[in-house]
């Protein structure tokens, strides 16, 4: 597996364009962070995401990379769906007592302007917590402090196995 891997970053290296190598740079140092578990997952790795978080809101910024584009050259909307769920996600997970979590049974995103610039700020905050549901909002701005997307997600509570 690790020849397999080192074959195909020779080639893809000695094809690569500066973008390219960019992107690559990208991708391996965000898997860097989440072997260094200074990310949670590998979403977080790789969209080397930065939270800051209180018990009613959460801060989730998302430096821009080629990356993260689309075939227009603007932030890709599966990645500000990402962004909004994983802030979202990750406020409705803090506030749960051991041994529960909390998991999207819906998304519903207005997109507003295109992704672009330096950064995207996700902002989420909960709307509604029951003890089998919750209910939260979001709001996405680029570095510009353009607002590009806002957002409600409902989640279940569930007990961890």
């Not at 891997?5 to 965000?30: D, H, K, P, W, Y």
């Not at 072997?35 to 910024?61: A, F, P, V, W």
């Not at 979202?88 to 979590?101: D, H, K, Q, R, V």
């Amino acid at each position: 597996m690790k020849e397999q891997l080192r074959e195909l970053f020779e080639q893809s290296m000695e094809e690569a364009t500066i973008e390219e190598l960019e992107v690559l740079n990208n991708i391996l140092r965000g898997y860097n962070k989440k072997q260094k578990k200074i990310n949670s997952s590998y979403i977080g790795g790789l969209l080397h995401m930065e939270r800051t978080m209180d018990d009613k809101e959460c801060h989730l910024t998302v430096p821009l990379s080629p990356l993260l584009n689309n075939t227009l050259g603007i932030v890709h909307g599966g990645i500000t769906a990402t962004i909004i769920d994983s802030a979202m996600g990750t406020l409705a997970n803090s506030i749960l007592p051991e041994g529960y979590g909390a998991v999207t049974t819906q998304l519903n995103i207005h997109y507003l302007a295109v992704g672009k610039g330096d950064y995207l700020q996700c902002k989420a905050y909960i709307d509604h917590k029951g003890t089998k549901n919750m209910v939260l909002s979001a709001e996405v701005h680029r570095s510009d402090g353009k607002k590009i997307a806002q957002a409600t997600g409902s989640f279940f509570i569930i007990k961890k196995k």
